[in-house]
């Protein structure tokens, strides 16, 4: 039961929490709000369920992901995160890198040195927050921030240290505030991005390479455009094609995220298809087209409904088709045949392959049929456009497939829950 309290706190506190990809500098704002809000209003395990599957992305998701399925494993997930990004030396060794890229004072330039003020505080501030007090005595951090200032700052602050004897961060986070209090006092800040944060969440960073051959052709002149960047999957720090979230989306996900940061059908570089310098034809079943195949969607399409240009032609628009398909009105699910064991029982059944599902469903009526039986815990299944679905009654069960027609081959599936009823929908193949 909700006190009083907690049901006036949940009139004026948000049930939102900040996303949190796994970055150290957004772990603090992460927990806190979500310590004080799960307190303050009284949030339940199925409350909380909701709100971390819609705020964790990239990495941090990826580590819990088999923890936001039911509702009593949200501590266990709060419990991994907090083990993986929660540890002081983690946050702390990524705020001071993240400290020691600020750029260097320009000489006539106050922003600057508001900026810089700024970021000292933070940093500062963080570090007494979480009980860090003798990081705030790094004198090589000290001495790498007064290599940022100008030459007239640097002068001030050794008057400083000789009028008020401190030589430790927050003496110097006190002294530089009070300068940039004054460079505010006669010009208006404005935030300006670094040039690694100009490219939004991805951090970008381009080098134009010319490579030249032997020869008058102008072919032999490569331009290559070299970028390094983080993963436009999940930011990780790892290539597209590496991405295990990127190889479990479905192929129309796949390509929403790559028309969405405007990547190459081919090598998911940073250009157009028709500029790609590494165009290769997919060959997935035989299939001509200038794609990855990645993207190679494994339909049927009659020779003569394809128009000639459009054979021979690159990927340049989101209109061009890279798959080949027929005129139908039906979608086709991806079903095979398989039997299910539990014993001496045996039943045939079509199961549904789905690439995006985080977990195995079954039938409560074939669970029956098979006798199997587990502890019943509570379901919460959602999907997009924030629609959810919870099973009170569904079991946990442990049971044998085995392809159909082949039965000597058996494998254990685990951890198979049961809903009252899939309603899958049913079809068949024409010639």
């Known amino acids: 039961m909700l006190t009083p309290t907690q049901i006036a706190a949940r009139q004026v506190i948000s049930r939102e929490l900040p996303v949190f990809s796994g970055k150290a500098e957004e772990w603090l704002l992460f927990i806190s709000n979500y310590e004080q809000s799960t307190e303050r209003c009284g949030f339940s395990n199925e409350e909380n369920l909701i709100r971390l599957q819609k705020c964790l992305r990239g990495s941090a998701l990826d580590a819990v992901r088999g923890k936001l399925i039911v509702p009593a494993m949200v501590p266990y997930a709060i419990g991994t995160l907090k083990m993986l990004y929660g540890r002081s030396e983690i946050v702390h060794a990524s705020l001071q890198r993240k400290l020691k890229e600020e750029p260097a004072i320009k000489p006539n330039n106050l922003e600057s040195v508001i900026r810089l003020a700024l970021a000292v505080q933070n940093y ?28 007239d700052l640097k002068l001030d602050w050794g008057r400083n240290r000789l009028a008020a004897g401190g030589e430790n961060l927050p003496a110097f986070d006190n002294w530089l505030f009070g300068v940039a209090m004054c460079a505010t006092m006669v010009t208006p800040y404005d935030y300006q991005p670094t040039e690694k944060e100009k490219g939004g969440r991805h951090v970008k960073e381009r080098l134009l390479v010319h490579n030249t051959v032997e020869g008058d052709d102008k072919k032999n002149q490569n331009l290559q455009d070299v970028q390094e960047s983080s993963c436009p999957g999940c930011d990780g720090d790892h290539e597209l094609v590496k991405c295990k979230v990127f190889l479990a989306m479905s192929i129309k996900s796949r390509l929403d995220i790559i028309k969405a940061k405007r990547l190459c059908f081919c090598c998911f570089g940073k250009h157009i298809a028709r500029n790609c310098k590494v165009k290769k034809t997919c060959n997935v079943n035989g299939c001509k087209l200038h794609h990855n195949k990645l993207l190679h969607f494994e339909r049927v399409v009659n020779e003569d409904e394809i128009e000639p240009e459009k054979k021979t032609s690159d990927i340049t628009s989101e209109s061009t088709v890279f798959f080949h398909d027929k005129s139908t009105e039906k979608a086709l699910f991806r079903y095979i045949p398989v039997t299910l064991h539990n014993g001496s029982r045996a039943v045939d059944v079509l199961a549904l392959i789905d690439e995006g599902s985080s977990c195995t469903l079954m039938e409560r009526k074939l669970a029956d049929e098979l006798g199997l039986d587990g502890p019943e815990e509570e379901l919460c299944l959602k999907w997009t456009g924030d629609m959810t679905q919870t099973e009170a009654k569904s079991k946990l069960v442990c049971i044998n497939v085995s392809a159909a027609g082949f039965l000597d081959v058996k494998y254990v599936l685990k951890e198979v829950r049961t809903v009252s009823k899939l309603d899958l929908p049913l079809q068949s193949i024409d010639d």
């Open 124 to 151: 500062c501030a963080t570090m007494l927050s979480m009980s860090l007090h003798d990081y705030l005595n790094d004198s090589a951090l000290l001495s790498d921030l007064v290599a940022k200032l100008s030459s």
